[in-house]
């Protein structure tokens, strides 16, 4: 029944901009918090970003501080995305993923839903 649908990835050269979005049914955003990873080829899946629904709280990774900006629309249930300053580095299959009731989840055992991902290429 819970469903979240990646979409918004693409080519794009490096310094570029993309924005993702993380569309969601099935659930509701009460006590959630809704997170970004990504995984490139024979590398584990990497925590980007996330959003607390509850608070507004949002914590990044280190590698895409200041670059990467998440948010999120509770009328449309959608999460986004936005990838600023891309680089090579960046280049990855990008999920969106659902927790609840865990503080400041980053590993992708602390979240319950997952989309299919979308693929994010940054050429040089």
């Known amino acids: 029944q819970v469903q979240l649908v990646e979409s918004g990835g693409g080519l794009v050269q490096a310094g570029g901009s993309l924005r993702l979005s993380c569309a969601t049914s099935?659930?509701?955003?009460?006590?959630?918090?809704m997170g970004w990873f990504r995984q490139a080829p024979g590398k584990d899946r990497e925590f980007v970003a996330s959003?607390?629904?509850?608070?507004?709280?949002?914590d990044y990774a280190d590698s895409v501080k200041d670059r990467f900006i998440i948010s999120g629309d509770n009328a449309k249930n959608t999460m986004y995305l936005q990838m600023n300053i891309l680089k090579p580095m960046d280049t990855a299959v990008y999920y969106c993923?659902?927790?609840?009731?865990?503080?400041?989840?980053?590993?992708?055992?602390?979240?319950?839903?997952w989309g299919q991902g979308t693929q994010v290429t940054v050429s040089s």
């Open positions: 099935g659930l509701t955003f009460a006590a959630s918090t």
């Open positions: 959003v607390n629904w509850n608070s507004g709280t949002t």
């Open positions: 993923a659902v927790a609840r009731f865990v503080k400041f989840p980053r590993r992708p055992s602390e979240y319950t839903y």
